[in-house]
């Protein structure tokens, strides 16, 4: 080093290079082995409930976390560690009906473009001059004052859990469904199409990345899984030969949706470790016995310049609620042969939403 070196010039250089080492995306834990497990209520978890699962070949349970759920989870974890399986936590995220309840301006915008949506709610209001049209309860991080909240909400939920745990999944961490406004609920794209936004909107498209990374800060050494859902596919849209017609007469996908998708999709895959598909089949009105596949494979070429997601980083959590014994071992073998990380959604995620008017200046 030149010894005459000014002091304040050492200090820039250091400044400098500290800002570039936090600049770098904090990186997951990786699961030490593919998660394969079944997602819960914690009501459902017994010592019979575990034993059973482990010998289908589950190795994790995976429990919706909520502020009711917390001061359970000292049982939890004790009988799922005397099982010797891994406990996880879900953490319900945008879709949050207290808060879109405390803060209506903060609930996703049906997109003001396209009316679509309104075939599945004939009986909707329609908003008047100075008035929009809202997905309640979706409450999108991709706003500022959302994405603080959440992130608290999410920290507060994680802080000091007892016991033995692995990680977090963050389901739903894009915005709300039909966002553009087409009717299908896996467009979830844009915030505000076309309408007046109601609250300020956080800066780029890497909001999902972003916390992602706040979490994995706030708890280290533990995996952060986000749960991410795929945009439209070309069945879908206006035209297609046996086309679904989910989009309605809505056919921007590949202008729109689809590179909108990527750039949200690729700082998130930038981040490393597992990333959770939601594979809602009878959800989003599909038949599971051929689309849990191509979803995934869908997941894994992705169109418009998304980063393809790697075999080995994918969990799968596929729609498995409400069916019988036959056709859960069925569905089982269909997830199983298609991704090395699985996860069979035994209760209920809700993907419903309703509109409501509000306001076009908030509250």
């Known amino acids: 080093m030149n010894h005459k070196q000014k002091p304040w010039r050492i200090v820039v250089i250091l400044g400098s290079l500290w800002a570039a080492v936090l600049s770098i995306p904090t990186r997951g ?45 000292p049982s939890l974890a004790r009988m799922v560690a005397a099982r010797g399986m891994d406990l996880w936590a879900w953490v319900e995220v945008a879709r949050n009906p207290a808060m879109a309840d405390a803060h209506p301006e903060w609930v996703a915008s049906l997109g003001g473009h396209h009316d679509d949506w309104r075939k599945r709610f004939p009986d909707a209001p329609r908003g008047r001059s100075g008035e929009g049209i809202k997905a ?107 086309g679904t017609g989910l989009c309605g007469g809505v056919g921007c996908a590949r202008g729109d949706c689809w590179p909108r998708n990527a750039r949200a999709w690729n700082p998130l895959h930038a981040g490393g470790g597992p990333i959770a598909l939601g594979v809602w089949s009878e959800t989003f009105k599909r038949d599971p016995d051929r689309w849990i596949d191509s979803n995934i494979k869908l997941f894994q070429n992705q169109p418009a310049g998304a980063a393809a997601l790697e075999p080995d980083r994918t969990i799968a959590v596929v729609e498995a609620w409400g069916l019988g014994d036959r056709a859960l071992a069925a569905r089982l073998a269909t997830v199983a042969r298609s991704a090395p990380g699985w996860l069979l959604a035994l209760d209920p995620i809700d993907q419903s939403w309703k509109p409501i008017v509000m306001p076009e200046k908030g509250k």
């Not at 978890?45 to 976390?65: D, N």
């Not at 016991?163 to 961490?173: A, K, M, P, R």
């Not at 087409?182 to 972003?210: E, H, M």
């Not at 994995?216 to 069945?235: F, L, M, Q």
């Open 29 to 73: 834990a990786e699961p030490a082995t593919p998660v394969r497990g079944v997602l819960v209520r914690a009501q459902r978890v017994t010592p019979e409930f575990l034993k059973e699962w482990k010998a289908k070949g589950a190795r994790s349970v995976v429990v919706v976390l909520d502020e009711s759920v917390k001061k359970e989870w």
């Open 136 to 242: 309640w309860p979706w409450v999108p991080i991709g706003y500022t004052a959302a994405y603080h909240a959440h992130r608290a909400r999410i920290e507060s939920l994680l802080a000091n859990l007892p016991g033995s745990w692995s990680g977090v999944f963050l389901n739903d961490l894009q915005t709300g469904p039909s966002s553009c406004g087409c009717g299908n609920d896996q467009c979830r794209w844009a915030l505000d199409y076309g309408t007046p936004a109601t609250t300020a909107k956080s800066p780029g498209d890497d909001a999902a990345a972003r916390l992602v990374g706040d979490i994995r800060k706030a708890n280290p050494g533990k995996a952060v899984v986000p749960v991410w859902v795929e945009e439209c596919e070309p069945i879908d849209l206006p035209g297609a030969p046996g």
